[in-house]
């Protein structure tokens, strides 16, 4: 009789996840990737910087951490190469940028087409950049939200995966609009990588179907 343990299971998407800091987003993707039936696997955690907290996570989780300090190359490309060459050596299916702190260049970003996801903390393409949640708060913004795109050679202009709002109230501080922000983006991202990983997302130029 067969092992049910050896039957043949739909073998699972392989994600490597870049970061630069706490790491977060990074766990709830890892926390996800536990459940059996979730079909992508985290296989390579990168980081640019030697003391995020995201790499103590990806060993806690027992999942390959390297650091790939940029200061440590001559320019952007030798540094992008040196991603490239981990990630391809780690066979990802998918790139996913979770609080990954330095621009990638057309370079990098041809070489992964529509195959890296990131997450920005707003509804884009309202508060680009940096310190999102912030500048929609500032801004007295009555909605913001959490976006998942693909990364195209611009600043958070990839075509949306998904996307949902979270309203900001009247009497919301940006501490707690920080964590509401956060909430979603833990759920929100590990459900785009399941739909990658599934293969239901379909990319037609800036429209993005999920099926
Ligand atoms: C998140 O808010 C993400 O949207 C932004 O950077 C932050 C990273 O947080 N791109 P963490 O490192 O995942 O906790």
Redesign the pocket.
Known sequence: MKDPAQTSQPSKARVAVL??????????ILDAATSPSYPAQVVLVLSNKKD???LERARKAGVPAEVVEHGAFADRPSFENALIASIEKAGADLVV?????RVLSPHFIKKFPNRIL????ALLPSFPGTR??EQAWNYGAKVTG?TVHFVDEGTDTGPIVLQEAVPIIPKETLESL?KK??FV?HRLFPEAIRLFAEKKLAVAGRKVTVS
């Open positions: 970061v630069s800091g706490n790491g977060s987003n990074l766990q709830a995020a907290f995201a940028l979770a609080g990954f702190m990131n997450i920005h903390p999102a949640i959490v920080e922000v956060h983006e």
